[in-house]
């Protein structure tokens, strides 16, 4: 089991995914192409929920501090950067995403 894992998948890593918009109101106050590149951005992500990447992702309704929040799992922390750097919304320059390895417990 790698070390950054506690579950029952041996070989795969998580990670937590942290995107920030570029304003605090920007679920409120979206443009058209904000709009059409966040429709993008969640086709992105169920297409990598439907893989089995994203184990979960969505928006954190935080009033004063809104943001993303994703657990995905992957074989190694080379594949991370690749996923971010392919999601609409980091390109269209709507989200920046950090990430860091989380222990991450699943059900069996």
């Known amino acids: 089991m790698s070390d950054n894992t506690a579950s029952s998948n041996p070989g795969k890593m998580h990670f937590m995914l942290?995107?920030?918009p570029p304003r605090a109101t920007f679920s409120q106050d979206m443009t058209e192409e904000e709009r059409g590149i966040?429709?993008?951005?969640?086709?992105?992500?169920?297409?990598?929920?439907?893989q089995g990447i994203a184990l979960v992702f969505g928006p954190v309704r935080k009033p004063d501090d809104?943001?993303?929040?994703?657990?995905?799992?992957?074989?190694n922390v080379d594949q991370v950067p690749?996923?971010?750097?392919?999601?609409?919304?980091?390109i269209?320059?709507?989200?920046?995403?950090?990430?860091y390895p989380m222990m991450a417990v699943l059900p069996k």
């Open 18 to 20: 942290w995107s920030t």
């Open 92 to 99: 269209g320059g709507v989200m920046t995403t950090e990430y």
């Open 82 to 90: 690749g996923l971010i750097a392919e999601d609409p919304a980091v």
């Open 38 to 50: 966040m429709h993008r951005h969640i086709a992105y992500w169920t297409e990598k929920q439907k």
């Open 66 to 75: 809104p943001h993303g929040l994703a657990v995905i799992e992957v074989e």
